[in-house]
């Protein structure tokens, strides 16, 4: 089956830093990835939807300058938080589309503490 | 995208059906409704999607109503690892596949 590749899995950074998150697809070719954000006990927030060789769609409420996305790949899209802050602590999850019977596959999250 | 509607949570016992409901009324035409549960701290799986017609495959079954404003997701024998919380999300399917919103979910809780 579809296979999303997400890394690292966890990372702890400090305050004013970057971070930089990976979500690659393993065996099929993502033109669409989406990246999502939850915090405890809430629902997956859609934050962008990723498109290969183009620029992402921000949801509205979410800073394009501080979540920088890259899909420069069909296999691989990344999101940066920049600046990081406590607030950003979180658990940021990637998905593709594989235009298959699987839909969409999710990675397998990353768990951000800013400390 | 089409909302849905699931309560908040739902105990089974070990071995009997868990049946989830959702109820999607404004649904279109081109919407398909998809079923994932996630268990604590990891991503989404995937359980089954549907456009009109009942799906079923190894994990699970789905059924949609004639009218497609309402689909229940079947576990046919529930076990402790069903424990998770399970969304029913409506998108845009085939050809122009449309983002996956989150609602709530049901928390499903399985008990020996």
């Known amino acids: 089956g579809a296979v999303v590749s997400q890394h690292p899995s966890w990372v702890i950074c400090k305050s004013g830093t970057s971070v930089k998150i990976e979500c690659r697809s393993l065996d099929f070719q993502a033109t669409t990835m989406f990246w999502y954000r939850q915090f405890p006990k809430q629902s997956l927030m859609l934050m962008a939807t990723s498109n290969e060789g183009s620029k992402a769609t921000y949801e509205q409420g979410v800073e394009k300058d501080k979540f920088l996305i890259n899909h420069a790949s069909l296999t691989l899209s990344t999101l940066t938080v920049t600046s990081a802050h406590p607030e950003d602590s979180s658990f940021y999850i990637c998905?593709?589309?594989?235009?298959?019977?699987?839909?969409?596959?999710f990675g397998s999250g990353t768990r951000l503490t800013v400390v | 995208d089409a909302k849905t509607t699931q309560p908040p949570s739902m105990d089974c016992a070990e071995g009997r059906a868990a049946n989830l409901p959702c109820n999607h009324s404004?649904?279109?035409?081109?919407?398909?409704v998809y079923w994932y549960r996630q268990i604590h701290s990891q991503g989404p799986q995937y359980i089954i999607h549907?456009?009109?017609n009942n799906e079923t495959n190894e994990m699970a079954s789905l059924i949609i109503t004639e009218d497609r404003k309402s689909s229940t997701l079947i576990l046919p024998h529930a076990t402790l690892r069903d424990t998770a919380v399970y969304y029913c999300?409506?998108?845009?399917?085939?050809?122009?596949?449309?983002?996956?919103?989150f609602g709530q979910g049901t928390i499903l809780t399985v008990h020996p």
């Open positions: 549907g456009l009109k």
């Open positions: 404004t649904i279109s035409g081109n919407e398909y």
């Open positions: 998905s593709a589309s594989n235009r298959g019977d699987y839909g969409y596959t």
């Open positions: 999300i409506v998108s845009a399917g085939g050809t122009s596949y449309g983002k996956l919103t």
